[in-house]
């Protein structure tokens, strides 16, 4: 990730970085970012935010080349999480990268990633898999969005365990939609407050995959004549499922 | 471009490709692509388009390595455009590029990209601002998404002359937002049928230039609390904005 590109509205801390209640010392890479890109000085006032915790301010009380130290006050409530689940056929790595980013800066709190028979199978050994660097992907994205939601990732890497088994419980729990080019109702603006929306990868499910879902309880939905690539789809259908801000 | 990784949903077809009436040679990239990722024979059907034009259906009947022939017939009207004109603070090449497909994709066909005080001056540079490397995203993003209607790009590179020249007749004949995290009205969805829509570079337009668009006539409206990065905030508020298919 280039330091440089990555925006950094809120500064994302985690238990660890407290020295004593209210009192907190960094010495990594964050550091670089708040000096570099945010040229943060003593007395500078920051937003911060606990992981899956509060938000609130922080001042920097001192300063080093490679350490900072914070007095945080976290008395706020972090924004509003997106109520979907979002199933997507795993994405190639490069896309995957940005779509981590993407959902988490939308808010999705849920993502599970499965296999599709177009998605090539050697994308599951993309080293960006790696719980860590997922991690590391889903906070940039919070921190681009002022949000300390963590959202959580599952990997199913085999169909039809995950559309026989996984998919049915989903479905009826909520609104269940797969977003499929010329197929079903076109998917209208604000669907439910809880929805499981499936995306397939470039190039769609396979009409067997779309089968297993509807038998799971799907419903299929499309997005009108224009087929757009899936960085591209997920924000728009999250807009258009939900509305993403209060 | 990654020959593999390009959706070619309709092939986009150019007066000069026709050496008849209905009857079109290609012997350019197109044909690997044709060839290797849609793996068409003698006899393949494939949606095609003339730019600028009508789609319809396109018959292969000459096949070689390097060289294609196929019978065309356009008969239908391409997908609707948006009725947006939208201003964009030059972004970094890398992600011009992506943008550049995305806005063709989703059916812009107005773009002025203008200088802002957080675009980085060499950005102008970029070999991407060529006319013939715009070309190649606005005409990918169309094969994306099976329309015809090439988009008009024009670059602006002093702020100043734009928004005081240009700007104000813009938002005469629409309805003009500019889109600025935290100030003015949350952003409606369905604003309007003719918009005019400015979004700032990454970090936001300084207060000066929101300032000048007002003035201009535009006005503010925000997402909500989470700060979105450009290449998701497009499709966000495009979606919002308006009904972006039909």
Not at 61 to 74: F, G, M, P, R, Y
Not at 147 to 176: G, H, I, M, N
Request: hydrophobic share 45%; aromatic share 6%; charged share 20%.
């Amino acid at each position: 990730m280039m330091l440089k590109y990555y925006q950094m509205n809120l500064l994302l801390l985690f238990s660890d970085d407290f020295i004593a209640p209210g009192r907190v010392l960094l010495s990594d890479q964050r550091v670089q970012h708040l000096l570099l890109v945010k040229k943060i000085q003593l007395g500078t006032q920051l937003i911060v935010g606990l992981v899956n915790g509060r938000v609130g301010q922080g001042t920097v009380v001192a300063l080093q080349e490679q350490q900072l130290e914070l007095l945080v006050q976290l008395d706020e409530k972090p924004v509003e999480a997106l109520a979907v689940h979002l199933i997507l056929a795993l994405p190639r790595p490069k896309m995957l990268r940005r779509i981590l980013q993407t959902i988490s800066a939308m808010g999705v709190k849920q993502l599970s990633l499965i296999h599709s028979s177009k998605v090539e199978k050697s994308y599951w050994q993309t080293p960006w898999l790696a719980e860590d660097k997922i991690q590391q992907q889903l906070i940039a994205g919070l921190q681009q969005a002022k949000d300390t939601l963590l959202p959580e990732v599952t990997c199913y890497q085999r169909f039809k365990p995950f559309v026989e088994d996984v998919a049915p419980a989903l479905a009826a729990q909520s609104r269940a939609v797969i977003a499929h080019p010329g197929r079903g109702e076109h998917c209208a603006a604000q669907l439910a407050p809880h929805v499981t929306l499936a995306v397939g990868p470039e190039g769609g499910f396979s009409d067997y995959e779309v089968d297993k879902f509807t038998q799971a309880g799907f419903s299929c939905c499309h997005l009108g004549e224009r087929i757009l690539r899936v960085e591209n789809v997920i924000p728009v259908l999250l807009t258009r499922l939900m509305s993403i801000t209060q």
